[in-house]
């Protein structure tokens, strides 16, 4: 059986229910975007992830919602098992335990299914130091190729926050007023993310006439993260702004760093 046929049979294992749900392809999705796609015409994916708690931070849950300026147009949603310990306030905050996570898939087939999930699409995520994505890319063979844009940064372009702050995805939903409720389960964030970039991205499209995908990854700046094991805790550098590129088509299958220290910090 290759692996196409191995995604294919994946049965994944969202919170809550009591058998698998088998996988199942996304049909008719968009080809791949590049800097010049109209914002009403790309797809995005909205990823939120839970960990362990504990270095090296093993996932535990993975949801996604594939959307459009639209609307939703999909949804990814699995446990993810490991016999690792849960750091007790990681486990009060996402109240997940291990015995959740026993007929759970691995997070090898997990991945190798989300990255089909989200082939084509930007990846969205609240996370200012691009850990969920980060963690989706640890390990592979070369860095994922998605665009990548972060709805704090967005959110503090957008409503004239200080640069220096970080405001969390509640915080954010509450200020637009949107009728989501993140609740720290993968899912939920993941569709208030989503909900959140929708929103932000029409306010920005009338006041700074944003068209293309270009336009947004111009202006909003990325961190470059040390992860090493030598520098201990992870560490924000000066902001990267993005350069508006060729029109170079962008894939789904690449993947990224390597893997973070037996230092970092519990998030």
């Known amino acids: 059986m290759d692996a196409q046929e191995r995604v294919l049979e994946l049965y994944l294992r969202p919170r809550g229910s009591e058998k698998g749900v088998l996988y199942a392809e996304l ?18 994916v909205a990823l939120d992830i839970e960990t362990t708690g504990n270095t090296p931070f093993l996932v535990i849950e993975i949801g996604a919602e594939r959307f459009n300026l639209q609307g939703s147009l999909s949804t990814f949603d699995t446990l993810v ?10 486990r009060k905050r996402h109240q997940i335990d291990r015995d959740m ?24 995520e609240h996370s200012h130091d691009a850990f969920d994505t980060y963690l989706i890319g640890r390990g592979l063979k070369s860095p994922l190729q998605h665009p990548i844009i972060d709805t704090s940064a967005l959110a ?15 915080r954010v939903v509450e200020e637009l007023e949107l009728d989501v409720d993140p609740q720290h389960a993968a899912l939920t964030d993941a569709t208030a993310t989503a909900a959140v970039f929708r929103e932000l991205v029409r306010r ?5 006439g944003w068209r293309v995908l270009g336009d947004a990854l111009g202006v909003l700046q990325r961190p470059e993260i040390d992860r090493s094991a030598l520098e201990g805790r992870p560490r924000v550098t000066k902001p990267r702004p993005r350069r508006r590129r060729s029109t170079r088509t962008v894939s789904s299958e690449g ?13």
Not at 101 to 124: H, I, M, N, W, Y
Not at 156 to 170: E, F, H, I, K, Y
Not at 204 to 208: L, S
Request: aromatic share 8%; net charge negative.
């Open 101 to 124: 996570l026993k007929d759970a898939p691995g997070f090898s087939e997990v991945r190798r299914a989300f990255l089909r999930f989200a082939q084509g699409a930007v990846l969205v």
């Open 81 to 90: 098992h490991t016999r690792a310990p849960i750091n007790t306030y990681a």
């Open 204 to 208: 920005a499209r009338d006041r700074f």
């Open 156 to 170: 503090r372009l957008v409503l004239d926050l200080p640069s220096g702050q970080t405001p969390g995805l509640a």
């Open 255 to 267: 993947p990224a760093p390597d893997a973070p220290g037996p230092t970092d910090p519990p998030r």
């Open 27 to 44: 049909e008719g999705a968009a080809g791949p975007v590049t800097v010049d796609t109209p914002l009403e015409l790309a797809e995005f």
